[in-house]
């Protein structure tokens, strides 16, 4: 099992930043790959941003392509995405979630936490 907690979600103005966090606890060794989601109102969720966790690899959808960017801390088994040039088109939950090495999908999500951008 792993634990997943999301943080750094808010009301921002179009244009500024900010830094989810997700920090992972439980079985970590296990973590083959992270990824944000995002769904915004009256939409299916969406993959966002995505790294292997070995860092070797990264995915970003054409939407957030030079604005977001994905990392981890190696020491901390915690998952950022720092979000750049915000626009209205940004808001809604954005969810963290982790592959274990064999599974098949995202298995384990944490709570989620509200980005809301203001034009």
């Known amino acids: 099992q792993v634990q997943l907690v999301e943080s750094g979600g808010g009301l921002v103005q179009a244009g500024d930043s900010l830094r989810l966090s997700c920090a992972a606890s439980?079985?970590?060794?296990?973590?083959?790959?992270m990824a944000w989601f995002r769904q915004a109102p009256s939409k299916e969720r969406e993959l966002i941003s995505s790294?292997?966790?070995?860092?070797?690899?990264?995915y970003y959808v054409d939407s957030v392509k030079g604005r977001f960017t994905i990392s981890r801390s190696y020491a901390g088994n915690t998952g950022y995405l720092q979000m750049s040039s915000l626009q209205p088109e940004d808001t809604g939950v954005y969810y963290c979630?982790?592959?274990?090495?064999?599974?098949?999908?995202?298995?384990?999500w944490g709570q989620g936490t509200q980005v809301t951008v203001s034009s």
């Open positions: 979630g982790v592959q274990l090495v064999g599974g098949s999908d995202y298995g384990y």
């Open positions: 790294i292997r966790w070995n860092g070797r690899s990264t």
């Open positions: 439980g079985r970590t060794f296990s973590i083959y790959a």
